[in-house]
């Protein structure tokens, strides 16, 4: 444990006097006190970006780069001083530092951080900020995957960069921009250029690179699905193909394709890039060609009973209220196209979605897929063609699955779905659906209807997620209430937890007592979309269950009553998660703040482990406390010179060595009594430690076993080094302590940092050691275990080696847990020797529990604030 | 003016994201908006028409907020201005205050800090007129 300071250190300490040493261990601490200030900065600001992820700020470009830089700063400067507390320990930090900032840069810089494997993609790694590289279709059908968990087909990306290296490879951008070239100049047709650059991409050959990763993603798929003979639809995905532009129709989808075929059809979606109705179609909406960019998504065929496609929202009425499901037998594709008959259905867009109305035609052909290969029509048996095609609960999963689509993208959609013959509900492709402009005259006066209903409460609690939801009050109260949540509804609870997670899919809003914009619930409402206000304070109060209620997490406020047309005012906007700075701002978040370095005892936790800017600091965080723990203290001091014993009833021999304001200044300069002792930690603990009770004065009764087993153990170098062994020394501060204890025949190590910031405190608590046979030492072990685990202490017991540590609580409780470590120093002082049976154990810990509670009684902090 | 009558707004901001945010929420408060990103286009459009309230980004590209907000004054007294920007220095707010603008917001800001300032500018304004 020692050996942790480098050489020039030990020089130094050597070389210099001993007011030199005190001074070096002064700018440790320093160094140290900094790296907790640090800390703090970059979890503000953290915090704070993550705020502005909510939607109640309007920030700007400037914000994102001044705060990315602001916390590259604080991050380098805290790599700086780790490396003076654990010099050339941890160099491979500057490199990873490097790295995620140069990441973030190149996202400043407006340039796409694509993950390697970027040919290809499969849809688990899919979120919308890839949009631009995979395509819409592609981006929001992964979405829809892995945050709304519906069911989707099991498929891949090619990327619109595979693309660009497909037609690189092939030597064409300069071939294609010539022929497009004669064709604006108007030298050939549409037709003719067309058709040219369309046979120099499907006779141009894969790069094999891409070849390897397409079949990579096809052999992972075969493994997922289980399937070995896969066939496959493939279909374009191109930038900006469902968004604000609809290319719908324009490019090429193939259906049923056996998986050999895959690098062919690939070529063909490429190929119908050029289609002369799509060139004619980017001429006529201003869209230059080098914008051009075609992904494509490859999924595994549906084998669908009965399949077409819903409108959220009823374009053809949106006052309605309604939405329109088509539906026909076996696959989409010619509903979509308009080529068959279809039923359709008017199904209310309220849960649970009663049937407004249905037309049910006779359907006498089917799409099918082709053994083999390809898709066929097929005639419809006699009995099917005029049969209701769903039923209601198949209705009513579609117009749930279709209201949380339209929630999580904020618009209205047109989705593509299909059942298959397991009635399976798939969802194969969503895009908004286009009535911006007949909402227009819905939504004509907004503020003055809203006028109209009256305001429940307004601008309490804080936005965490901006949005507008209309719906019933769902009050959460107990715990186990959360599993009939009705759709749709608006969840109001006291305070935030995790388990919301399981519900927030089905929520349209969120609102909350308690709470704050870094929180769980934060976290979850972003990732779910969920517009959502916490700390309001009142809501439980005054919101009544299945109270209908207008919750606007843009402004602010909760009014009486179902106020459609802000809720329709709000698809009118840009969704705020779709305008570039968010998803900039979002993409440098992921880099600086998901945490993976979880576990201290991990043996990835280390340096390169480290992926984002929260992980460098955790670590350097953890590993600053340990490099503390570890300091040898005694190497730095003449204790008798530099220390003052502690006047103490109990039979302690303790020296206290005061850094910096941890001993009232005029105090004797030999001796310090308890009173005169400042240091917040070294305080708790002592008055722990002489609480009345738990300090035993009874001659212990040893018995013969173990008093031979404690004459013939020797303390293991490993374990105890000698230099430890027969000095009791404190070394604090105003908020910090390192003790070290002796007492028995045991080791107790207390570190400890208690001050105003929460995030800075931390107690780490390390005991070993001991008379007696390994047996009953590990009893005593397990007793220390029960006692730290029932107090909340994160415990690891190897052997008889205990260590406990716990942070982050406020000074006050942080206080408690040191008033405890006394109590339990003390009490363990030679508990071994009374330990003769496992059963024990437990009566021991509940002894101890009651022990620990007449002292808090007496010390005036009762139980429940520990 | 009467009190029936919307408070007209003119928004100048080159970052779009700022736009797309405080139209709607102006909007919804009932004020009458109009939004612009390039500067030269909402320096002729305040040729065109009087505003009541102008709220503008300082720096941009061409002609910058603090030439914008002088023509503004200029041309209308009594048109308030608030200035809103992300560099933020003593110096440019004392400069700003000094051309007679209303108030000045830091950016980022919070959509309710904005609609409180406005909403005391349009008080301002109202007083003005009834006295």
């Keep these: 444990m020692v050996g942790k300071f480098s050489n020039w250190t030990r020089k130094m300490f050597r070389i210099h006097g001993r007011t030199r040493e005190r001074t070096t261990l002064v700018s440790l601490l320093r160094t140290f006190q900094r790296i907790l200030e640090l800390n703090n900065r970059v979890l503000e600001i953290m915090a704070d970006m993550g705020d502005k992820l909510g939607g109640d700020y309007v920030f700007d470009r400037q914000y994102i780069n001044s705060s990315c830089r602001q916390m590259a700063n604080l991050v380098y400067e805290l790599i700086y001083n780790f490396n003076t507390l654990a010099p050339k320990k941890y160099a491979t930090l500057d490199d990873i530092f490097r790295e995620i900032n140069h990441d973030i840069e190149e ?26 590289v995979v395509g819409s279709k592609n981006a929001n059908i992964a979405e829809i995957k892995n945050r709304l968990d519906l069911a989707v087909p099991e498929g891949f990306a090619i990327t619109t960069r595979a693309f660009k290296f497909f037609l690189d490879h092939n030597n064409l951008q300069l071939k294609v921009e010539g022929i497009l070239d004669g064709w604006k100049n108007e030298k050939i047709t549409s037709g003719e250029a ?22 990579k993603a096809l052999k992972r798929l075969q493994h997922i699905t289980g399937i070995h003979d896969l066939f496959l639809a493939v ?39 050029y289609s002369p109705s799509a060139m004619e179609y980017r001429r006529q909406k201003g869209f230059s060609e080098h914008e051009v960019a075609m992904a494509v998504a490859c999924q ?59 037309d049910i ?21 006699e009995e099917m063609e005029m049969k209701m095609c769903l039923t209601d609960s198949q209705i009513r999963d579609l117009a749930v699955a279709g209201i949380m689509i339209e929630r999580y993208f904020k618009c209205p959609q047109d989705i593509e779905w299909a059942i298959d013959h397991r009635d399976r509900l798939y969802i194969l492709q969503a895009r908004p659906l286009n009535i911006k402009a007949r909402m227009a005259d819905m939504v004509c006066d907004i503020s003055s209807v809203s006028k109209k209903y009256p305001v429940i409460f307004s601008g309490r609690g804080t936005i965490v997620q901006n949005g507008i939801a209309t719906g019933k009050v769902f009050v959460v109260k107990s715990k186990g209430n959360l599993d009939n949540f009705p759709n749709g509804a608006i969840l109001v609870a006291r305070e935030t937890s995790p388990r919301f997670a399981k519900v927030a899919r089905k929520a349209s809003g969120i609102i909350t007592d308690i709470g704050t914009s870094t929180g769980h619930m934060a976290t979850i409402s972003r990732e779910f979309r969920v517009p959502t206000i916490v700390n309001t304070g009142v809501a439980t109060e005054i919101l009544k269950q299945g109270q209908e209620i207008t919750l606007d997490a843009q402004e602010n406020v909760v009014y009486e009553g179902r106020i459609k047309e802000l809720c329709y005012y709000g698809f009118m906007e840009d969704a705020f998660e779709e305008t570039y700075e968010y998803r900039l701002l979002r993409r440098v978040i992921k880099k600086i703040t998901p945490l993976n370095l979880l576990d201290p005892y991990d043996k990835n936790f280390a340096p390169l482990a480290c992926r984002t800017y929260h992980d460098i600091t955790r670590f350097i965080h953890e590993k600053a406390v340990e490099e503390l723990i570890d300091l040898n203290y005694h190497r730095y001091f003449d204790t008798k010179a530099a220390g003052k014993k502690l006047k103490s009833e109990i039979p302690l021999d303790l020296i206290i060595i005061d850094i910096s304001g941890g001993i009232q200044a005029t105090a004797d300069t030999s001796t310090v009594s308890q009173d005169e002792i400042l240091s917040v930690p070294m305080r708790a603990f002592l008055k722990g430690l002489n609480s009345p009770g738990v300090w035993s004065r009874e001659p212990m009764s040893v018995d013969l076993g173990s008093f031979m087993s404690s004459l013939t153990r020797t303390f293991s170098s490993h374990q105890v080094s000698p230099r430890h062994v027969g000095l009791n020394l404190a070394v604090i501060s105003e908020n910090y302590a390192n003790i070290s204890l002796r007492l028995g025949y045991h080791f107790n190590m207390i570190d400890a940092y208690i001050g105003n910031k929460i995030n800075d405190n931390y107690a780490y608590f390390r005991f070993l050691g001991g008379v007696t046979d390994p047996t009953r030492r590990s009893r005593r072990a397990k007793f220390i275990y029960e006692t730290l685990a029932q107090n909340d202490f994160n415990v690891d017991l190897r052997g008889d080696l205990v260590i406990g540590r716990i942070k982050k609580l406020s000074p006050q409780l942080m206080e408690c847990k040191m008033h405890l470590l006394g109590q339990l120093v003390a009490f363990t002082r030679q508990l071994d020797v009374q330990m003769n049976s496992d059963h024990q154990i437990m009566k021991f810990v509940g002894e101890f529990e009651q022990l620990a509670r007449m002292g808090e009684t007496m010390n005036g902090s009762g139980r429940e604030t520990l | 003016m009467s009190n029936e009558e919307k408070m007209s707004i003119l928004v100048l901001d080159d970052e779009a994201i700022v736009l797309k945010r405080l139209k709607p929420a102006l909007e919804k408060a009932g004020y009458e908006v109009e939004a612009f990103s390039r500067s030269s286009d909402a320096s002729s459009r305040i040729m065109e028409r009087e505003f009541d309230i102008v709220v503008t980004d300082l720096k941009m590209e061409g002609l910058d907020g603090m030439q914008f907000l ?51 500018a349009e008080k301002k304004i109202k007083q003005a007129v009834t006295t």
């Design chain 2, 70 to 120: 002088t023509q503004v004054k200029e041309h209308s007294p009594k048109t308030e201005v608030v200035v809103i920007t992300g560099f933020a220095t003593m110096d440019t707010a004392k400069e700003s205050f000094k051309k007679g603008v209303f108030d000045f917001l830091a950016k980022p800001f919070k959509l309710g800090e904005i609609l409180e300032t406005v909403k005391k």
């Design chain 1, 107 to 132: 996202e400043l810089a407006g340039r796409l951080v694509i993950p390697r494997t970027d040919n290809v993609m499969p849809y688990d790694i899919i979120t919308q900020d890839f949009a631009d």
């Design chain 1, 235 to 273: 279909r374009s995905s191109a930038m900006g193909e469902d968004s604000e532009h609809t290319f719908a129709g324009q490019y090429s989808s193939l259906l049923n394709q056996p998986q050999q075929n895959i690098l062919k059809c690939y070529k063909d979606v490429l190929a119908s890039t």
């Design chain 1, 361 to 381: 035609v006779r359907k006498k052909e089917r799409f099918v897929a082709k053994e083999g290969g390809n898709c066929e029509s097929q005639t419809v048996d």
């Design chain 1, 300 to 358: 595994c065929m549906v084998d669908a009973s009965v399949s077409g496609v819903l409108y959220s929202l009823d374009p053809l009425d949106t006052a309605r209220e309604v939405m329109v499901i088509s539906a026909s037998w076996g696959l989409s594709a010619p509903i979509v196209s308009g080529k068959v008959n279809a039923d359709r259905f008017i199904v209310s867009r309220e849960f649970p979605h009663d049937v407004r109305g249905l």
């Design chain 1, 194 to 215: 067309s058709k040219k650059i369309q046979e120099l991409i499907t006779s141009g050959s894969i790069p094999p690179p891409l070849k390897r990763s397409i079949e």
